[in-house]
């Protein structure tokens, strides 16, 4: 079985009730809104956009509110598979990918939308073979959907001299969208191709013609089927684009020089380092290379952030993020013989390439006796194509520790490739550190940062999902993910609570051990951390809506420090639910809802030909407790139908109701829902066919 | 001389030869390894069917062939309490009263009790039924002479030799002792001594095998030589020479040279899987240049669809698609694509996918390893034996191989060069990553294998090292045996409808080519052209071997190997699908794929019912499963199914077009239809059967009888088979 239908088989099994934030004792629905395809999923600065998302319990939906305050949107309508709203985009947007959240009655979900400096336009189809390819002007941003046995084909004029970015965002917005670009000159030659940009699965091609003329590019899926979840933006142009960043820290209190690689860098005017713009000194410039300079101040707390550039009327920002930092940063001197290692203090942070198959960086420092020292690698967590493999020896040279990564990586967990471990040095000495590839791959995107310091307990708070709905009257679970570092070995309590009285403080300690997860195949795996469930019991009385909720967590080390932190959330995206799109720190969000006596799974869509009987089949699930069965209505039956047997007996999960047309129904296409218990089922569908032909 | 002192006097060279002279015995000293071994080989009784079985038979077991004379003389001596030998009366011992059938033995009798074989094992057990000393020679080397022999007339006779090398230097006479197995025992009878007696015309191999070493030799029955009068027809190129040089000893004539329309048919197929456009085939057809032909090669090797049927066919050898998915699928076809497209040398590429890692999306070459969801470095060794040099190493798993020299060593050796190898998986892929160490334990010596190169020495993996990076060095060397013969084997299978040798994945001494010679010189210019797949093709392409017509004559009417004549072949899956939709003028769809996209394009691995029928590989296991054999379900998806009636019928296909084009007659239309799928234009005579019903049947029913004349077209053996 192919690893992706294995996870996704798993996922349905298993692991959706472990970390979707929602457990109790009877499962209990999702009543939220879902979102399975937006469109389109970005528009430029400045601009209106009608954007169609398209997805499940939308019928509630009363907003859509952005992070940035500069973006506003106004739903025009609501319907149980779609919500259509008018999204104003301010000029003063940062360029970049913006959280929004989709709230409704029963709960809200988190989406992200793309904002651009450059013009964007809905591809117009058909555009699937190259003779159809859609012209465009460059530079522009053009959306897209791959749908079942779809191909896109754009076609542009290019000249030697120019280097054309082209860049697909999809996975990264949440869509499904595997992508594959190919570049074709006018005679139909592939020359070309990119299907994963490094880890990333959203497509990226630097393109530099030979011959003036027209090419056409061809955007598709890498797996062999589309629908309108494989949504995408594809911006193309002679824009600047950012290939590597080197050193991969500064020093909180120091200026560092960074070296920044590229495409159409001659454009740049300002280069900015993380969230609060520490802003940098362009020493050099050339099309494919910036020399700048950025102070930190030295307040600066210890994180990370992305480099941005800006030519004024294009904003960038690097995929690879830089660590800012309170140890000395040094660069790696790519020593590549254990012989002959480079000498490191500790602590001391290095940034560094392995730049070809087959290389290793060596390291040497000087270790206390009885000392505790963390050592971690920081590669896929920064944008790095490596998957780091980390070895420890004595100054023999024997070999004290291997680790590829700290915990083996569980599908539904966000990835953890990058190597973490705190050694305690019963003997002082000096000890090597080697750093390479796991598969001995190398090239300018594998880049990594290593770090060796006084091992500093700690601990981190995480949600699995951003957004979670507590029903009035029940009990529901929100779980949280303690990660500990620096050889944290002590509890730590977690807890959640609000400001108002919306439900009671709710706690529970995460003991420090790994929690355990068996999956289909009864293979035990460890978690990166420890789950702790807060069951939250909401009154009946507490008041439906949202709810601002804390979740903080404490401990004291094992050295008497104590320690405080408050839960970020982690925003999922792509097909997979791992992370690999946008994930980014915000507030958690909380909805409070009833939770409905029945939840019904009805079809789209029906049919029954005039003087026949079909059974309409609806799963269903109860919430109610009731013990006796309950009758179900049907609205908007049109004349000439006739229902048997519409009722919800206790305990079933099915409702079947024979509809007959008989032979005063008029042929045509209708709608209907059922209502029961109060609640009523999405429209469906409701065609009536002519009667069949009597065969002669 | 009298046979016995003869075969006594064989019989002492053995040990005669190790031995320093000593007092004189009445009979020479008998070697356990060197003359009583190879009885046991001989009679049958180490065969892989009885007592050389992996369990053995009736409780006694042997080692297969006599690879292994210390377990065979523990077993006879010292197994079962002992009891298989009496010391003081040899002849009541159980390890000759059974193979004389004095007592039941259910392999019967297996030689009697006067012969030499029963005196060597009877002698041997007087003179203590001792083993060899460590010092005693052992076979090096087995030798047959003549490699190759032909017997012409009925009844013919000659006589193999068969020899032995010591390792004291000594080279004996062993005719009499090893065992003769021909592969058709019809074609030529064999004594127990290596005499040859025809029995009908024919070739075949003969295995000779003692001690462990095996050997063949090729026999040949003719009627008659070739006399003077045998006319050889011109050679284009050394790959002629080496083909009619066999012809002529066999006295074969090759059929004439093809025609143009045959020869342009059969070349578009092969090397672009497609048929010759009407234009096209007019402008070859209509062409009075002398080098046509060999400039249309030239055109076609250059074409994309070129390098579309080659990774189609690389992706059949390396096992592109099942267990990678489709994503690693389409990347590794798109590498191979790319390779082939820029004649990359074959060496190279083969050896970036031994040493490749990595995730097996990004780094497409990384998916040669994964051809099980879950890779274990012990099927490496399998994989890479069989796909890259044409070995079958599978039985040497577990024990030496029956029919090859290799060991359980050998396979374990190899094993260990994949030993670090491992998959593990990253958010976005498979990844295939070396560990620090390798942990394959060999079964048979219970320690940690040590790399081994087949037929070679075992190698120390560095600190650090890769040691696949030295694996690749010397299976791409163009010193290696197998690294050329074996790709060169596939591709002029490709081409020429059966391989030098059968099965092209089965390389082994008691499986020789056809025509060892063309093989080497074929593996030779392969490698002196810096392994390049477009010139081995262009050197096939052009020979006048490849370019016979497909139709017998008199003296090559029986020729199956020989190349006599050009050998029909059904068209591939993929081949089928896209003529008949070029005929039809009907495009397949294929999902994910743009429209129009041919069936050569699309990833190995993608689902599609009629090229599943077809034999397109499901790549479950190692040897190569494209089956091009026909099947019921072929023909009745043929006759009956939806995938060709639909594109007959449809309102916008080219016989839809063709109707309705006012100027087009009907005979212009079954020209057309004539040409486009047999490039040839129709006889007389089928033009008048295939007015006829369109005739009689008047405007309305027209449309339909030009569907079922197409329909009958494209299931004609014509149409279904390149010839």
Redesign the interface.
Known sequence: ????RYRALCLVLYALPAVSGLRAQQKLPDVGPEVRAVFPAGGQKGSTVEMTIRGIRLEDVSAIEFADPGIEAEICHAEHYEVVAIVKIGKGVPSGIQDYRLIGKAGAVVGAFDVSDLPSRNESEPN???STAEKVKLPVIVNGVIE??D?DYFAFQAEPGEKLVFQIVSSRLGGNL?S?LTIFDSRG?EIA?N??N??R?DSKLIFEPKTKGEYTI?V???????NPSMYYRLSMGKLPSITEVFPLAAVAGQRTEFVIGGANLDQVQEVTLGELNYRGSILEKSPTRLTVQIDVPGPAPEGSGNIKISTGALHLSSDQSISISQIPQLASASARS?AKPQSIPVPAGVSGVIEKD?A?DYYEFEARAGERLAIEVKA?SIGS?M?P?L?LYDSSGK?LV?Q?EAV??Y?TDP?N?DPYLVHRFENAGRYKLAVR?????GGAGYFYHLSVRPAQPDFQLLMHKPAATLFRGRKSTITVRVRRFGGWDTPIEVWAETAGDAFKRVSGVAEPKNSTITDCNAKLWQLNGTDVDLNIEVPAAARNGDVPILIRGRGTDANGRKVAHTVSALYYSGF?G?G?GTIQHRDVYTTIADLPAVVMDAPRNFAVAAGKSEKLRINVTRFDEAATSVPVQIEDLPAGISAENAELPPGAGLIEIKLTAGSAATPGTYRIRLKVQGVQSPWIEFKINAAPAKKP | MKPFLHIALLLGCGTLAAQAPKAKLSVPRISFVNDIVPILTKAGCANSNCHGSVRGQAGFKLSLFGYEPELDYAAIVKDADGRRIDRQRPETSLVLTKPTYEIQHGGGERFKNNSLEFAAIRDWIRQGALFDSPNSPRIRDLTVSPAEITLAGESATGKLTAKAAFSNGAVTDVSAKVQYTPSDETIVEIGPAGELKALRTGETTVMVRTLGKAVAARVYVIRRAAGAGYRAPAHNNFIDDHVFAKLKRLNILPSQLSSDTQFLRRVYLDVTGSLPTEEESLEFLSSQEESKRSRLIDRLLESPEYSEVWATRLSDVFRVGGGVGPKAARNMYHHLRTAIATDRPYSELVSQMLTSSGGVSRNAPSNFYRTNFDLKPEDAPITVSQTLLGIRLDCARCHNHPFEKWTQNDFWGFAAFFGRTEFKFTPLDAALILKDRSEIINPGTKKLAIPKYLDGPEVTEGPDEDIRERLAAWITSPKNPWFSRAIVNRVWKHYMGRGLVEPVDDFRVTNPPTNPALLDALADDFAKSNFSLRQLSRRILNSRTYQLSSEFNDSNRGDQINYASYYVKRLMAEQLMDALSQVAGEQEVYRGMKSGARSFEIPAGSPNYFLTTFGRPMFRDVICERDEQPAMAQALHLIAGDTLNKKIVSQKGALARMLDDPYLRDEDVVRRMFFSALVRPPEKTEVELALAPIKEKGKVARRKAFEDLLWALLNSKEFLYNH
């Not at chain 1, 079985?1 to 992706?4: F, G, K, Q, R, V």
């Open positions: 079985m192919h690893p992706a699937n073979l190259p079942n046995n191909v595997d594959v030659n191709f299907d994963d490094g880890l699965r061809q598709n899926n890498a797996f062999p089927f589309g254990r087959r290793a896929l194509e998957d493999a070895f070999l291997y590829d083996p990586w599908f990835p490739h590839d796991s598969a001995h791959n997979n791992t690999m």
